[in-house]
C-alpha cells in the first residue's frame, strides 16, 4: 500500500477508535438484597393473612410484575459567571559602576592604570521593563425542561420493602422515532393513592431519551466534518 494511501486511512482509524456519546447502564443497584418470596400464612378462624397489606400504615402492598405510573418532571438551570484578571508589571536595573577618586584624591601610578582599564568594563548599566497581562471572562446559561408520564414495571422487590423498576416507551410519528427508558428505586411509602410516584421520589433514577428520525439526521454531525474538527487546531 502506498504512503499516500496509508495517510488518508490514518484519520479513519482515529474516527473509528473515537467514543461515541455516553449511554446510561441500565443495571440494578448491587447494594440491596433481593427480597426472598413469601410464604402466605393464615391464622384459623381469620379472613387476614399474616404477611400482607398493612390494615393501618398507608402502604402499597405491590408485587413483582404490578404496574406503576411515573410522574417525570426534571429541570436543570445553571447560571455561572467566571472573571480572571491578572496582570503583572516588572522593572530591572542592573549597573556595573566606576572606580574613581575620593574627594581631594586623584588617581596616580598603578591605580590609574587600573581604573583605566576596568572602568570600561564596569561602566555598564541594564534595564529591563516586562508588563503582562491575561483577562478572561465566561459566561454559561443553561435551562432544560423535561416532562412526561410513563409506565413501569416492578421487577425486583427489597428486603426492606423497596422495589426496583423499569420502564420503556417507544413511539413513532410520521418516521420520527422517540424511544425512553428509566430504571429507579422507589419506596412503597412514596406511591399515591392513584398508584403514580414522582420522579423525585425515585433513588438511582436513569433515564434514557432517543430520538431517530430527520430530525436527529439534521443534530448529526457529518463523519467528514468531525475529521477535519478533530485535527483543525484553530
Request: proline share 5%; with cysteine; aromatic share 8%.
Amino acid at each position: 500500500m502506498s504512503s499516500k494511501y496509508f495517510l488518508i486511512l490514518i484519520p479513519l482509524l482515529f474516527v473509528g477508535c473515537a467514543r461515541d456519546n455516553e449511554k446510561l447502564e441500565f443495571k440494578k443497584p448491587q447494594l440491596q438484597v433481593p427480597k426472598p418470596a413469601p410464604v402466605v400464612k393464615r391464622n384459623k378462624g381469620s379472613l387476614y393473612s399474616v404477611k400482607g397489606p398493612s390494615l393501618f400504615a398507608d402502604k402499597k402492598d405491590l408485587q413483582i410484575g404490578d404496574i406503576i405510573q411515573v410522574q417525570i418532571d426534571e429541570s436543570l438551570s445553571s447560571n455561572t459567571n467566571n472573571k480572571r484578571e491578572v496582570s503583572s508589571d516588572r522593572t530591572n536595573s542592573l549597573g556595573g559602576g566606576l572606580l574613581s577618586a575620593t574627594a581631594g584624591n586623584t588617581l596616580g601610578g598603578v591605580t590609574a592604570d587600573v581604573a583605566k582599564n576596568v572602568n570600561p568594563l564596569l561602566g555598564v548599566d541594564f534595564g529591563t521593563t516586562t508588563t503582562t497581562a491575561n483577562n478572561g471572562e465566561a459566561k454559561t446559561t443553561l435551562s432544560e425542561n423535561f416532562s412526561t408520564n410513563v409506565s413501569a414495571i416492578i421487577e425486583e422487590i427489597y428486603q426492606n420493602g423497596n422495589y426496583f423498576i423499569r420502564g420503556t416507551k417507544e413511539i413513532m410519528i410520521d418516521g420520527q422515532k422517540q424511544a425512553l427508558t428509566l430504571t429507579g428505586v422507589i419506596r412503597p411509602y412514596d406511591i399515591t393513592s392513584d398508584n403514580a410516584v414522582p420522579s423525585s421520589q425515585i433513588a438511582n433514577l436513569q433515564i434514557l431519551y432517543e430520538k431517530n428520525g430527520e430530525e436527529q439526521d439534521v443534530l448529526h454531525v457529518p463523519w467528514g466534518l468531525r475529521i477535519i474538527q478533530m485535527f483543525w487546531p484553530f
